[in-house]
């Protein structure tokens, strides 16, 4: 059964700031909360167990890479990042370089930072909608500063990868996948994840 989130429209009267967002998503915090370009709200159920320890696998596999290269840091799916277009949104795993991090001020870095990272990860829960997960794929592509992106569906044993200025590409039931070109050296192994 799939399910897409649930989509609460504010008036235009009552929106609330970033910094009422950000508080708003606090005392929420055992929701998956993100908001559009347009300030309208998604509010997604908790993940799976199993889907949780995958995307922990995702991240810790991903976090050794970046303890060990240094160039940036890597992030959880509880990190909140404010797009160019005011989208607020929660990618299952990421990474930003060091330098783009660092010209933020502590302050951005302690909310929803106003940066898209530069490598995003979503995996796909059994009960998440595939287009909608391309579509923001899609959406982070349109952002300054992402260069790589992957979705991947374990229902399928697909990995779909997206770069800035290129077709999407499909990986049928690979063993692995490079971050070649943006993450060199970082290979994400799949059997932890199928």
């Known amino acids: 059964m799939l399910f897409d989130p ?7 009267s009552m929106q609330m700031t970033d910094d009422q967002f950000f508080e708003f998503c606090q005392i929420n915090s055992d929701l998956r909360i993100e908001r559009n370009k347009f300030r309208e709200i998604s509010i997604m159920p908790p993940t799976g ?8 696998r995702i991240i810790q596999q991903l976090m050794n890479w970046a303890d060990e290269d240094s160039t940036g840091l890597a992030f959880s799916s509880s990190t909140g990042f404010t797009l160019s277009t005011g ?31 530069d490598f995003v990860v979503e995996l796909r829960s059994p009960s998440d909608n595939l287009r909608l997960l391309q579509e ?35 990986l049928e ?3 692995s996948v490079s971050g070649k070109g943006v993450l060199p050296g970082f290979v994400l192994n ?3 994840i199928w």
């Open 190 to 192: 799949m059997s932890k």
């Open 49 to 56: 167990s199993e889907t949780g320890n995958r995307d922990a």
């Open 87 to 117: 989208a607020e949104r929660s990618p299952d795993a990421s990474w930003i370089k060091l330098e783009r991090w660092n010209a933020l001020s502590p302050e951005q870095q302690q909310k929803f930072a106003p940066i898209c990272p």
């Open 6 to 12: 649930l989509i609460v429209r504010i008036p235009p």
């Open 173 to 175: 039931n690979p063993n």
């Open 136 to 170: 923001k794929m899609a959406e982070y592509l349109r952002e300054p500063g992402v260069q790589l992106g992957w979705l991947i569906d374990r229902k399928h044993c697909r990995v779909y990868i997206y770069r800035p200025g290129m077709p999407e590409e499909c």
